[in-house]
């Protein structure tokens, strides 16, 4: 059973960084595609970001895009999203999911909907605020 754990959440002025990671357990990350949601209160979760099984396929979303990168280090079981530029929009719990099979695990297709991920962490906040 694949168990995830979310950490480097916390407080940030806007226009600086945080990295998260999203540690696995029990069995080997490699196996899984894994992605990154987030929901502020109030709204819905959104997917973030995504990183293949074999890491040959990243995906952002828009909002993101050119501030947030996603990496993985199979080795560590660990995934990692590399937030920079925050802004107060930014701000949300942020989980990490992982998808076991099939499109999603291999293209990272539909990470976009709640409903994509096989495991889900419990989460980190991220707080932008000056």
């Known amino acids: 059973q694949l168990q995830l754990v979310e950490s480097g959440g916390g407080l940030v002025q806007p226009g600086g960084s945080l990295r998260l990671s999203c540690a696995a357990s029990?069995?080997?990350?490699?196996?899984?595609?894994i992605g990154w949601f987030r929901q502020a209160p109030g709204k819905e979760r959104e997917g973030v970001s995504c990183?293949?099984?074999?890491?040959?396929?990243?995906t952002y979303a828009d909002s993101v895009k050119g501030r947030f990168t996603i990496s993985r280090d199979n080795a560590r079981s660990t995934v990692y999203l590399q937030m920079n530029s925050l802004k107060p929009e930014d701000s949300a719990v942020y989980y990490c999911?992982?998808?076991?099979?099939?499109?999603?695990?291999?293209?990272?297709?539909?990470?976009?909907?709640?409903?994509?991920?096989?495991?889900w962490g419990q989460g980190t906040q991220v707080t932008v605020s000056s």
């Open positions: 999911a992982a998808a076991a099979s099939g499109p999603r695990r291999d293209y990272c297709a539909g990470y976009v909907t709640s409903s994509w991920g096989d495991y």
């Open positions: 029990g069995v080997t990350v490699g196996a899984y595609a």
């Open positions: 990183i293949s099984s074999r890491g040959g396929i990243t």
